[in-house]
C-alpha cells in the first residue's frame, strides 16, 4: 500500500491509474478503523481496481464543544488493518493540506434540506463540515465510485444529495452497519464506552427493532412508536436527542406507501451514539 501525505501525491498516483484504465474506489474515514470501515475497503475492492482510502479527523465538521481533540488517533493499527485488507492508496493530509488558508474553509458546501433535522438540530454546522471535506476529498481522489457505512444514514442521504446536485460523476454506495454479537452498532465512538456503558447500549438497537416491529405489523401511530423508543431509552440511562421515523429516501416527514427508516442518537454518559434500522 501506498501512502501520500500531499494532493500532489495523491493525483498523481491516481492519475496513473486512470491511464491505465483502472477504476478507482474511495473509502474516505476519520480513522481508528473496525470491522465496519474494513468491510467497506473489501466491497471497494470488489468494485474497483483500485482502492483509496483517506484518514483525515475533519476539524471542520466537529462543534466547539465537541470530541475533536480527544477523538481517538490510531494511526499504525489502522494502517496495518488496511495492508491486511488490501488497500492500495492512504491519503493522510495535515489540516494545512486540506484547509491552508486555516482550520475553516472560506468555501462550504450546505446541503439544506436533508441536512435540517435529526443530527443536523444537534449539530449545527455539522453536515456543512462533512459535505465540504468529502468535496474536496472527491475532487482531490477523483473516484468513479466512493462507499459509506449506512451507520450514519443522515450523511450517506447528504452525501447522495450532494453528489446528484453538484453533478459529481461518482457512484455512492451504502453499505449495511457492522454490529457487534449483541447488536451495538460499530462506531469509532464505542471506545468511549466502560464496560458497563458498553452493556447497556444494546438498548439502543432493541429500541430501533422495537420500533420496526410495529412497523411491520402494520402500526401507523409513528407518534407513539417514537414516544415508547424515547421513553425506552430513557427508562435505560439514555438521554436521548431523538428517536424519529422517517421517509428511508430523503428523511422526510412519513408518507404512507414510501419506505421508512428509524433514527435514534441518544447519549449514554458522556458519549452521543447513533444507529438506524430500515423499515
Ligand atoms: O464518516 C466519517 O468518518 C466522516 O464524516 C467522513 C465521511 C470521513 C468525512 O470526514
Not at 481533540?69 to 496495518?80: G, I, S
Not at 493522510?92 to 482550520?103: K, S
Request: aromatic share 8%; charged share 20%.
Amino acid at each position: 500500500m501506498n501512502i501520500g501525505h500531499t494532493i500532489a501525491d495523491i493525483r498523481s498516483q491516481v492519475a496513473t491509474w486512470k491511464g491505465n484504465g483502472q477504476k478507482i474506489a474511495f473509502v474516505p474515514t476519520m480513522g481508528n478503523l473496525h470491522a465496519g470501515h474494513l468491510a467497506l475497503v473489501t466491497a471497494a475492492k470488489q468494485r474497483a481496481d483500485r482502492v483509496v482510502v483517506s484518514i483525515f479527523v475533519n476539524p471542520l465538521q466537529f462543534g466547539p464543544n465537541e470530541d475533536f481533540a480527544k477523538y481517538p488517533r490510531t494511526l499504525e493499527a489502522d494502517t496495518n488493518a488496511l495492508r491486511g485488507v488490501g488497500a492500495d492508496l492512504l491519503f493522510l493530509p495535515e489540516v494545512g493540506e486540506i484547509y491552508p488558508q486555516g482550520q475553516q474553509a472560506a468555501t462550504k458546501v450546505e446541503v439544506s434540506e436533508v441536512s435540517e433535522g435529526l443530527c443536523g438540530a444537534f449539530r449545527p454546522g455539522h453536515f456543512a463540515g462533512v459535505a465540504t471535506v468529502v468535496t474536496k476529498l472527491f475532487n482531490i481522489v477523483q473516484p468513479d465510485l466512493a462507499l459509506f457505512g449506512k451507520k450514519d444514514y443522515q450523511q450517506l442521504q447528504v452525501i447522495r444529495r450532494m453528489v446528484a446536485d453538484l453533478c459529481f460523476p461518482i457512484e455512492i454506495i451504502g453499505l449495511d452497519t457492522v454490529r457487534e454479537p449483541n447488536g451495538l452498532a460499530m462506531s469509532s465512538r464505542n471506545g468511549y464506552l466502560s464496560s458497563a456503558e458498553r452493556e447497556q447500549a444494546v438498548v439502543l438497537y432493541r429500541s430501533l427493532k422495537q420500533a420496526v416491529d410495529r412497523l411491520r405489523a402494520g402500526d401507523q401511530d409513528y407518534a407513539r412508536i417514537e414516544a415508547t423508543g424515547m421513553a425506552e431509552l430513557q427508562a435505560h440511562g439514555f438521554r436521548p436527542d431523538y428517536f424519529s421515523i422517517r421517509r428511508a429516501d430523503n428523511l422526510a416527514t412519513v408518507e404512507v406507501g414510501k419506505p421508512l427508516v428509524v433514527l435514534v442518537a441518544a447519549w449514554l454518559g458522556g458519549t452521543r451514539l447513533i444507529d438506524n434500522v430500515e423499515v
